[in-house]
Protein backbone atom coordinates (compact mmCIF):
# COMPACT_ATOMS: atom_id res chain seq x y z
CA UNK A 1 0.00 0.00 0.00
CA UNK A 2 1.28 3.89 -0.68
CA UNK A 3 -0.76 4.93 1.49
CA UNK A 4 -2.83 4.40 4.73
CA UNK A 5 -6.16 4.49 5.81
CA UNK A 6 -5.08 7.10 8.72
CA UNK A 7 -2.93 9.20 5.95
CA UNK A 8 -6.04 9.23 3.86
CA UNK A 9 -8.20 10.76 6.81
CA UNK A 10 -5.61 13.20 7.64
CA UNK A 11 -5.80 14.63 4.14
CA UNK A 12 -9.79 14.65 3.97
CA UNK A 13 -9.67 16.05 7.29
CA UNK A 14 -7.25 18.96 6.59
CA UNK A 15 -9.22 19.90 3.42
CA UNK A 16 -12.21 19.64 5.57
CA UNK A 17 -14.20 16.74 3.10
CA UNK A 18 -16.64 14.03 4.45
CA UNK A 19 -15.79 10.69 5.53
CA UNK A 20 -17.88 7.94 5.39
CA UNK A 21 -18.51 5.56 8.11
CA UNK A 22 -19.36 3.22 5.27
CA UNK A 23 -17.98 3.81 1.85
CA UNK A 24 -15.20 5.89 0.75
CA UNK A 25 -14.45 6.18 -3.06
CA UNK A 26 -10.63 7.79 -3.50
CA UNK A 27 -8.95 8.72 -6.39
CA UNK A 28 -5.08 9.93 -6.14
CA UNK A 29 -3.75 11.75 -9.21
CA UNK A 30 0.05 10.70 -9.50
CA UNK A 31 2.53 13.42 -9.89
CA UNK A 32 3.56 11.76 -12.51
CA UNK A 33 1.87 12.89 -15.67
CA UNK A 34 2.48 10.36 -18.42
CA UNK A 35 -0.47 10.06 -20.70
CA UNK A 36 -1.62 6.26 -21.80
CA UNK A 37 -0.49 4.91 -18.22
CA UNK A 38 -2.69 3.72 -15.03
CA UNK A 39 0.12 5.39 -13.31
CA UNK A 40 -2.82 6.31 -10.81
CA UNK A 41 -4.51 5.10 -7.72
CA UNK A 42 -7.84 4.34 -6.14
CA UNK A 43 -8.76 3.47 -2.39
CA UNK A 44 -11.55 2.06 -1.30
CA UNK A 45 -12.15 2.45 2.31
CA UNK A 46 -14.96 0.32 3.93
CA UNK A 47 -16.75 -1.44 6.87
CA UNK A 48 -17.41 -4.97 6.74
CA UNK A 49 -18.58 -5.93 10.15
CA UNK A 50 -17.31 -3.38 11.77
CA UNK A 51 -13.64 -3.73 10.73
CA UNK A 52 -12.09 -1.37 8.53
CA UNK A 53 -11.33 -2.40 4.92
CA UNK A 54 -8.34 -0.29 2.62
CA UNK A 55 -8.22 -2.15 -0.84
CA UNK A 56 -5.72 -0.19 -3.71
CA UNK A 57 -5.47 -0.80 -7.25
CA UNK A 58 -4.26 1.24 -9.89
CA UNK A 59 -6.02 3.35 -12.15
CA UNK A 60 -6.21 6.29 -14.55
CA UNK A 61 -7.72 9.70 -13.36
CA UNK A 62 -6.44 10.92 -16.68
CA UNK A 63 -7.62 10.37 -21.17
CA UNK A 64 -5.68 8.33 -22.71
CA UNK A 65 -3.80 9.88 -26.14
CA UNK A 66 -6.47 8.44 -29.05
CA UNK A 67 -8.88 11.48 -27.12
CA UNK A 68 -6.31 14.00 -26.09
CA UNK A 69 -5.32 14.03 -29.67
CA UNK A 70 -9.14 13.90 -31.06
CA UNK A 71 -11.62 14.84 -28.40
CA UNK A 72 -14.48 13.82 -28.32
CA UNK A 73 -16.16 17.55 -27.14
CA UNK A 74 -15.22 20.50 -29.84
CA UNK A 75 -13.79 21.84 -26.44
CA UNK A 76 -11.33 19.53 -25.40
CA UNK A 77 -10.84 16.43 -23.79
CA UNK A 78 -12.13 16.36 -20.14
CA UNK A 79 -9.64 15.96 -17.22
CA UNK A 80 -11.72 15.72 -13.86
CA UNK A 81 -10.65 18.58 -11.46
CA UNK A 82 -9.69 17.37 -7.48
CA UNK A 83 -12.19 17.87 -5.29
CA UNK A 84 -14.85 15.64 -3.40
CA UNK A 85 -18.14 15.03 -5.32
CA UNK A 86 -20.66 14.01 -2.70
CA UNK A 87 -23.63 11.51 -3.99
CA UNK A 88 -22.34 12.08 -8.13
CA UNK A 89 -22.28 8.87 -8.71
CA UNK A 90 -24.62 5.30 -8.86
CA UNK A 91 -24.85 1.79 -10.42
CA UNK A 92 -25.82 2.25 -13.82
CA UNK A 93 -24.98 1.32 -16.96
CA UNK A 94 -21.55 2.65 -18.82
CA UNK A 95 -22.27 3.81 -22.48
CA UNK A 96 -25.23 1.54 -22.11
CA UNK A 97 -22.88 -1.70 -21.90
CA UNK A 98 -22.27 -2.78 -18.15
CA UNK A 99 -22.55 -2.36 -14.97
CA UNK A 100 -20.18 0.43 -13.23
CA UNK A 101 -20.30 3.88 -11.45
CA UNK A 102 -21.94 6.30 -13.57
CA UNK A 103 -22.27 10.36 -12.87
CA UNK A 104 -25.35 11.40 -11.51
CA UNK A 105 -24.38 14.73 -10.18
CA UNK A 106 -22.55 17.36 -11.31
CA UNK A 107 -18.25 17.23 -11.15
CA UNK A 108 -16.10 20.11 -12.36
CA UNK A 109 -13.73 19.27 -15.11
CA UNK A 110 -10.90 21.08 -17.51
CA UNK A 111 -10.72 21.27 -20.98
CA UNK A 112 -7.58 20.34 -22.91
CA UNK A 113 -7.88 20.96 -26.82
CA UNK A 114 -3.87 21.66 -27.67
CA UNK A 115 -4.75 17.64 -29.19
CA UNK A 116 -0.87 16.95 -28.23
CA UNK A 117 -0.06 13.79 -26.39
CA UNK A 118 0.65 15.85 -23.06
CA UNK A 119 -2.00 16.25 -20.27
CA UNK A 120 -2.84 19.89 -19.75
CA UNK A 121 -5.06 20.66 -16.50
CA UNK A 122 -5.67 24.02 -14.98
CA UNK A 123 -7.45 26.65 -17.07
CA UNK A 124 -11.24 27.37 -17.07
CA UNK A 125 -13.16 24.87 -15.09
CA UNK A 126 -16.77 23.57 -16.60
CA UNK A 127 -19.40 21.72 -14.28
CA UNK A 128 -21.93 19.33 -15.16
CA UNK A 129 -22.78 16.07 -16.18
CA UNK A 130 -20.18 15.07 -19.04
CA UNK A 131 -20.05 11.17 -18.39
CA UNK A 132 -17.00 11.21 -16.36
CA UNK A 133 -17.90 7.27 -15.28
CA UNK A 134 -15.86 5.17 -12.64
CA UNK A 135 -14.95 1.59 -15.39
CA UNK A 136 -12.90 -0.59 -15.74
CA UNK A 137 -11.15 -1.00 -19.30
CA UNK A 138 -10.03 -4.70 -20.48
CA UNK A 139 -13.54 -6.98 -20.01
CA UNK A 140 -11.20 -10.02 -19.13
CA UNK A 141 -7.99 -8.89 -17.72
CA UNK A 142 -5.91 -6.11 -17.86
CA UNK A 143 -4.97 -3.30 -19.84
CA UNK A 144 -0.95 -1.79 -20.37
CA UNK A 145 -2.21 1.29 -21.74
CA UNK A 146 -5.28 3.71 -21.39
CA UNK A 147 -5.72 4.10 -25.33
CA UNK A 148 -9.66 4.25 -25.95
CA UNK A 149 -10.29 3.20 -22.58
CA UNK A 150 -10.97 6.72 -20.79
CA UNK A 151 -12.25 10.01 -22.35
CA UNK A 152 -11.64 11.59 -19.21
CA UNK A 153 -13.62 8.85 -16.77
CA UNK A 154 -11.47 7.04 -14.04
CA UNK A 155 -10.45 3.82 -15.38
CA UNK A 156 -9.69 0.63 -13.59
CA UNK A 157 -6.45 -1.51 -14.90
CA UNK A 158 -7.71 -4.70 -13.74
CA UNK A 159 -11.08 -6.10 -14.10
CA UNK A 160 -11.36 -7.77 -10.54
CA UNK A 161 -10.31 -4.74 -8.82
CA UNK A 162 -13.64 -3.22 -10.64
CA UNK A 163 -15.59 -5.90 -10.30
CA UNK A 164 -14.52 -6.02 -6.21
CA UNK A 165 -15.44 -2.41 -6.26
CA UNK A 166 -19.06 -3.07 -7.79
CA UNK A 167 -19.48 -6.08 -5.42
CA UNK A 168 -18.96 -3.59 -2.49
CA UNK A 169 -21.40 -0.95 -3.71
CA UNK A 170 -23.81 -3.53 -4.51
CA UNK A 171 -24.10 -4.74 -1.51
CA UNK A 172 -24.20 -2.01 0.66
CA UNK A 173 -27.53 -1.06 -0.95
CA UNK A 174 -26.53 2.60 -1.39
CA UNK A 175 -28.48 4.71 -4.01
CA UNK A 176 -25.21 7.02 -4.44
CA UNK A 177 -21.75 7.38 -4.29
CA UNK A 178 -19.08 9.78 -3.15
CA UNK A 179 -16.20 9.99 -5.30
CA UNK A 180 -12.97 11.86 -3.61
CA UNK A 181 -10.20 13.14 -6.43
CA UNK A 182 -7.23 13.83 -4.36
CA UNK A 183 -3.50 14.31 -5.78
CA UNK A 184 -0.29 12.88 -4.87
CA UNK A 185 0.86 16.20 -4.05
CA UNK A 186 -1.71 16.51 -1.06
CA UNK A 187 0.47 13.36 0.71
CA UNK A 188 3.52 15.27 1.03
CA UNK A 189 3.73 15.59 4.66
CA UNK A 190 3.68 11.85 4.86
CA UNK A 191 6.71 11.20 2.76
Known amino acids: MKFTSNQLKAVFDKKEYQFSDIINIVGIRSTNDIANSFDDWLYL ?28 NANGTAILVPGQYIGAYGLGLHQGKYNALKQMKPVKIWRDNNRDASIDKGGEIYEGIFGINIHRSN ?10 WSAGCQV ?18 QKSFTYTLLEETDFNPFY
Request: net charge negative; glycine share 4%.
Open 156 to 173: FKRVADFNFLLDICKKSQ
Open 45 to 72: IYKDENLEILMEAPITTDPGIDYLKSPL
Open 139 to 148: AKTESSIVGK
